[in-house]
């Protein structure tokens, strides 16, 4: 069981940034497409980005061109980096994967069999 932990959650003002970033245990991304996930209180749960094992990408209308999302060079691990934050994004995030080496495609939907235990991003000020 591939076991996902996101971090970089936290309190920012509107307006800031944080880099959330989802990270495994004793083993490479490089063959999972990844998705970031949000849930909002009394909300459903929202894909906003994902990428894919050659490295596609795809955001949510309500991220795009404030969110990126890529892999590091450690290879266990993809971020998230989130600018020009408003109120509207705090929720709960998660990132989830799914084994699908050299493909170009990933998903938002939630059909994903790894799930991380979330991040809390708060943005008040």
């Known amino acids: 069981q591939l076991q996902l932990v996101e971090s970089g959650g936290g309190l920012v003002q509107p307006g800031g940034s944080l880099r959330l970033s989802c990270t495994a245990s004793g083993i490479t991304l490089n063959s999972y497409m990844i998705a970031w996930f949000r849930q909002a209180p009394g909300k459903e749960r929202e894909g906003i980005s994902c990428?894919?094992?050659?490295?596609?990408?795809d955001y949510a209308d309500s991220v795009k061109g404030r969110f990126t999302i890529s892999r590091g060079r450690a290879r266990n691990t993809v971020y998230l980096q989130m600018n020009v934050l408003e109120p509207e994004d705090t929720a709960i995030y998660y990132c989830a994967a799914n084994w699908n080496p050299r493909s170009p495609i990933c998903t938002m939907s939630p059909h994903y069999s790894n799930w991380g235990q979330g991040t809390q991003v708060t943005v008040s000020s």
């Open positions: 990428i894919s094992t050659t490295g596609g990408t």
